[in-house]
């Protein structure tokens, strides 16, 4: 067996066969670093400003393709939880570049090793056919995801370390290149020629090198200028499993030109390997020998020769017991083996990935293992940080899933609670090792709309407080500030001046780190108008962002939206919303854009310019509040000409029954809006067009008048059915129902959803035979007016016979009703029985009765007066335990008759829609 790398814990005992570098080289004393702002080293401390910089961190691999809303609540909560280092990704490579759009509106790649290739439409290289080479995406849809991250970062006082690739084939990678390369002609074969084709080499150096000449598009900073980077990585858990045992030393090799070629760019950044601390003994060489996997190269890699290449800063270590087939003791030995290890090196070591994967352990597992980092374990090992695998936040309404089942968030969730208490007392400790000077808030805010003094709060724990700068420019004291002990207060004559946006505070000292503020300078009023538009369609750049920001309800029929120029209300572009609610279809259509968490407290309710069609059908305007309950109003525009201004107060919602039960919205965090048509039937084709959707506070509220699609209907005893009228609220507030001045009581005798108005068969049997009139008061129009025809009272045909001295034969006509296939909407299938019988000479009257067994309309789970998928979809959500049914809507669902709602009416409900049986219920034998 050839040798080895073989280092003793007490001491370093080096054997091996071919050297890349002498390496007692990293055992040289670093001098400690005093570039202003940019984390540095000095042996195994990290330095900030004269400091120490111990840290608490996490990782994070969507900061470099989410939407701002999403990358704002990870730092924000990273920030909460007192984590100064997020480590998160700087590659997403996808691969041919074609000139096709996806369904939702992105690029399409062809020959990319990871799905789609793109993530929500972002990528950041791709392969150029043309060319036969990579190009680098800079635009929005690019490396300005990543932009936004580190201004954010800067934002909340976080640091980000960044990945230059990854090792596995998420978001690219080295698969990538490789696929790049056999596209390109190359003579590759697989993974590993990655660190030796000279090609390849060639364009992971180009990425570097734009990458670090990058300009921030919301900083003017180039990244390799940023203090806000923390340090850079060459890859993310780099192997090389062709060179098991490290015969060649290809990643050593491949690193020390790729260290040195960074540093050749940007030697203000430190700069780590980004491996998993695998190290390269012989195979019966460890002495701990019982597990091996981590520790005999069969990987490739060799901890100890990466870490102590001149130009790598820092070590790194990842860990994942249950994964890798170690104990929790073999896990802490792993952390003491590479803590006496990196120190003798003299050299940071950071815990960069680790987890555990069993929630009910992990809190104490973590409480052990931060003993370990803290220094307070065993005797000379300390770690410099660590990064716990992962933090997640909200994202789309809802917090990001735990895709691996190591995601500990900020947010409430009683399964990671304890692990997040556990880690956020870590990170108070390690902060304050850190003999930092400081001040807070990190953030204030200053309203040129009514200006006020801002005052910080400094704490100085080296030197003393020698002046104040605000952004490049002194300010002079008694003038533009005054300190009074610790507090620092900023004269608003000072501020006032400026432009609006963030401007940072410097409070500068005589010694040690001169810490920073930003200072929010807003204007309240032009925020509040910003703050009114939902969507104005100006930012749009065509039609493909449109499609891309609106989903539609892949449930419902056909919508195409897209960007119009020439239907405009103000501005310069509005929405065209092309519709076809097809006869038989869905009855529907819509779509959805996600908000984030818009906040819209403060205001009195939503508007929106519509130009119809002229089709008088209903446009449902729906959100979902920062409570998680759906809110919805029916509008109906009419066929007038002409652009409209529908203004719909939020008192005028309706909480739908699938989501959170609420009385009033919850108007801080909304999480998105809907536009839908035709949820009521009148099936068709048509364009409606929208304009500046928004919101409004005060000023009068003009709205259509509530209206019935239809005021008369007729009740039969003999073949009694609940009646449903459409009528289209408008927004208007419903106050109650009348009939002949006697108040009907909502629940029992009707029941409302949305614009469909329900009135039982238990209360239209009291009625009496004859015209009845119904009064639907609303608070803010006049009265709706129905009327219902009651036919013959007893519930049977009656017939008399006159005594003769003939037989005579009396018809009697039955009627059953179901639902039938066959129709668009669930519709009445008539069969008329014949019934002969003879009757005596004596006068009598006879009277027959069928039982009806269409008392209910089965199959209408939605109670929309109609059985299509729709019904399906929530009937299977219902037997799941999602969503809960009322008492109308579980007796439609018992599709089987058996009294019960479960998942054979599922199935009946199927078989139904597809023409296996013709009618519903379906009842056993």
């Known amino acids: 067996m050839k040798k080895k790398w073989i280092a003793a814990i007490s001491s370093v005992v080096l054997g091996c066969s071919t050297v890349m570098m002498p390496f007692a080289s990293s055992f040289t004393v670093n001098a400690a670093d005093t570039r202003s702002g940019f984390v540095t080293t000095n042996g195994t401390q990290f330095m900030l400003d004269g400091s120490t910089f111990y840290y608490a961190g996490t990782n994070n691999y969507y900061l470099n393709f989410k939407p701002k809303e999403s990358v704002d609540a990870v730092l924000e909560d990273a920030a909460e939880m007192g984590l100064k280092v997020v480590r998160t990704w700087g590659n997403l490579d996808a691969g041919v570049k074609t000139d096709k759009v996806s369904d939702k509106g992105y690029t399409v790649f062809t020959d990319s090793v990871d799905g789609s290739g793109e993530k929500e439409g972002v990528y950041y290289q791709y392969f150029d056919a043309d060319l036969g080479r990579p190009v680098v995406n800079e635009g929005e849809d690019g490396l300005q995801k990543l932009d936004y991250a580190l201004y954010k970062a800067e934002q909340e006082g976080i640091r980000l370390l960044i990945t230059f690739t990854n090792n596995w084939e998420a978001f690219g990678g080295m698969g990538q290149y490789v696929q790049w390369a056999k596209l390109a002609g190359e003579n590759v074969s697989g993974h590993d020629d990655f660190y030796t084709n000279e090609t390849i080499k060639g364009w992971y150096k180009d990425y570097i090198k734009t990458l670090l000449n990058h300009e921030n598009v919301y900083t003017g900073v180039k990244y390799k200028d940023d203090p806000t980077i923390f340090s850079w990585e060459l890859a993310n858990e780099p192997r090389c499993e062709s060179d098991a045992g490290c015969e060649n030393n290809t990643v050593v090799k491949w690193a020390t030109e790729m260290s040195a070629y960074v540093k050749s760019i940007d030697n203000n950044h430190m700069l780590a390997v980004g491996d998993e601390g695998f190290y390269n003994y012989g195979y019966n060489d460890f002495p701990e020998g019982d597990h091996k996997y981590v520790y005999h190269g069969s990987s490739g890699m060799d901890y100890l020769q990466l870490t102590s290449i001149p130009d790598i800063d820092f070590g790194t270590l990842h860990v994942y017991c249950d994964q890798w087939g170690l104990t929790k003791e073999q896990g802490e030995f792993w952390f003491k083996k590479h803590g006496e290890d990196t120190a003798a090196m003299n050299k940071p070591l950071i815990a960069e990935e680790f987890g555990w994967k069993d929630q009910g352990e992990r809190a104490d597992v973590y409480t052990d293992w931060f003993n370990i980092f803290e220094g307070n374990t065993y005797e000379g090992v300390e770690f410099a940080g660590t990064n716990y695998w992962m933090l997640a936040s909200m994202d789309g309404g809802s917090l990001y899933q735990d895709y691996d089942g190591y995601t500990v968030y900020f947010r409430d969730y009683p399964k990671t609670n304890d692990a997040r208490d556990v880690i956020m007392a870590h990170a108070e400790r390690m902060n304050a090792r850190n003999a930092q000077n400081s001040v807070s808030p990190k953030k204030a805010d200053f309203d040129i709309v009514n200006p006020k003094d801002v005052t910080l709060q400094a704490t100085i724990k080296l030197g003393s407080i020698s002046g104040l700068q605000l952004d490049d420019t002194a300010l002079t004291a008694d003038t533009d500030y005054s300190i009074s002990g610790t507090t620092v207060t900023i004269s608003k004559n000072a501020l006032q001046s400026l432009e609006l946006g963030n401007h940072k505070v410097t409070l500068l000292t005589t010694e040690g780190a001169q810490p920073t503020a930003l200072i929010r300078v807003y204007d309240s009023t032009a925020e509040e108008q910003s703050r009114s538009v939902i969507d104005d369609f100006e930012s749009y750049a065509d039609s493909k962002a449109v499609a891309a920001a609106y989903q539609r309800n892949s449930s419902g029929d056909s919508l195409t939206l897209s960007l119009d120029t020439e239907h405009v209300k103000n501005g310069k572009a509005a929405l065209k919303y092309d519709y076809s609610v097809t006869d038989g279809g869905a009855g529907y259509c819509g779509a959805t854009k996600n908000l984030g968490s818009a906040d819209w407290t403060g205001f009195d309710g939503i508007r929106f310019w519509i130009l119809s069609d002229g089709s008088n059908r209903e446009t ?127 629940g029992t005798d009707y029941a409302v959803n949305g614009s469909q108005f329900r009135f039982n068969r238990s209360y239209l049997e009291t009625l009496t035979e004859g015209k009845h009139t119904l009064h639907v008061t609303f608070a803010t129009c006049p009265d709706v007016v129905l009327t219902i025809q009651v036919l013959g009272q007893s519930g049977t045909t009656e017939t008399t016979v006159t005594t003769t001295e003939e037989t005579t034969t009396t018809e009697t006509e039955t009627t059953s009703s179901a639902a039938d296939t066959t129709s668009e909407t669930a519709s009445s299938e008539n069969t008329t029985e014949t019934v002969a019988s003879t009757t005596e000479t004596t006068a009598q009257t006879t009277a027959s009765s069928s039982e009806v067994l269409g008392q209910v309309l089965y199959g209408d789970v939605n109670l929309d007066g109609r059985v299509d998928i729709t019904d399906a979809v929530l009937l299977n959500k219902a037997t799941a335990g999602v969503v809960t049914l009322n008492d109308a809507a579980r007796q439609n669902a018992d599709c089987d008759a058996n009294g019960m709602t479960d998942t054979n009416d599922a199935t009946v409900l199927l078989r139904f829609l597809v023409q296996i049986i013709n009618n519903l219920p379906e009842m056993a034998e």
């Open 620 to 746: 449902t305007f729906q959100f979902v509040d920062g409570a998680g309950a759906y809110w919805e109003s029916v509008q109906k525009v009419t066929a007038e000409e002409g652009w409209t201004e529908v203004k719909i107060p939020f008192s005028d919602f309706y909480v739908q029954q699938w989501g959170t039960a609420a009385e009033t919205p919850t108007l801080s965090g909304v999480k998105e809006f809907s536009l839908y048509t035709g949820q009521n039937g009148n099936p068709g084709t048509g364009v409606w067009y929208f304009d500046d959707i928004g919101l409004y506070h005060d000023g009068t509220v003009t709205v259509p008048d509530a209206e019935a699609t239809e005021t008369e209907a007729t009740f039969d005893p003999q073949d009694p059915t609940d009646i449903i009228f459409t009528i289209i609220t408008n927004g208007h507030v419903l106050t109650g129902i009348t009939e002949d001045g006697n108040a009907l009581q909502q």
